[in-house]
T-cell receptor, first 112, second 114 residues
Framework: SQQGEEDPQALSIQEGENATMNCSYK?????LQWYRQNSGRGLVHLIL?????REKHSGRLRVTLDTSKKSSSLLITASRAADTASYFC????????????FGRGTSLIVHP | KAGVTQTPRYLIKTRGQQVTLSCSPI?????VSWYQQTPGQGLQFLFE???????NKGNFPGRFSGRQFSNSRSEMNVSTLELGDSALYLC?????????????FGPGTRLTVL
């Protein structure tokens, strides 16, 4: 079963609005990453947050991590039509295990 | 730097056939991972190679195999294709494979099994 699960499954907003996506996971992690995928193409790495970090920023992206709740959120501020894509969280389990698990993704549509 | 390349981009096969997909990682990257993406199961990890050795493996049957060459290029093979193998196969490379870190994905190979 998928460890990371994004919520909501789909999100539709207007350009200029903020978009917030959430991710929950089940086991202890080393880090959590967010990726973006444009329709039918490869994934693009957005941001990595380590288990000992609580918040990270990159441009219009803000990621938070709450290890006590085993959850993370991705905030995209001032969204643009070009942000339309699917967003995935991915976790690497702690304890040296490499095997990454991806959630099913949030499909974001930004209307111009 | 050139990105991760995958060939072919599209492939149509029939049940029972076998297929080989190729991946060239970013220069200097020694870890190559393969993923299967389907609408039903999402993105699932197949296996990871590092320095020509398979170090990690997901939960897929033995029909799925791979290898890595000394130049870090990797191939993935699926034998006795089934309809359910229709998917987007993604390859990703990273500098090291010691833990799950930032991965650089290729555009994928879209496999259709008829």
């Amino acid at each position: 079963s998928q460890q990371g699960e994004e919520d909501p499954q789909a999100l539709s907003i207007q350009e200029g609005e903020n978009a917030t996506m959430n991710c929950s996971y089940k086991t202890s992690i080393n880090n959590l990453q967010w990726y973006r995928q444009n329709s039918g193409r490869g994934l693009v790495h957005l941001i990595l947050i380590r288990s000992n970090e609580r918040e990270k920023h990159s441009g219009r992206l803000r990621v938070t991590l709450d290890t006590s709740k085993k959850s993370s959120s991705l905030l995209i501020t001032a969204s643009r039509a070009a942000d339309t894509a699917s967003y995935f969280c991915a976790t690497g389990a702690s304890g040296g295990s490499y095997i990454p698990t991806f959630g099913r993704g949030t499909s974001l549509i930004v209307h111009p | 730097k050139a990105g991760v390349t995958q060939t072919p981009r599209y492939l149509i096969k029939t049940r029972g056939q076998q297929v080989t997909l190729s991946c060239s990682p970013i220069s200097g990257h020694r870890s190559v991972s393969w993923y299967q993406q389907t609408p039903g199961q999402g993105l699932q990890f197949l296996f990871e190679y590092f320095s020509e050795t398979q170090r990690n493996k997901g939960n897929f049957p033995g029909r799925f195999s791979g290898r890595q060459f000394s130049n870090s290029r990797s191939e993935m093979n699926v034998s006795t294709l089934e309809l359910g193998d229709s998917a987007l196969y993604l390859c990703a490379s990273s500098l090291t494979g010691q833990e799950f870190r930032e991965q650089f994905f290729g555009p994928g190979t879209r496999l259709t099994v008829l």
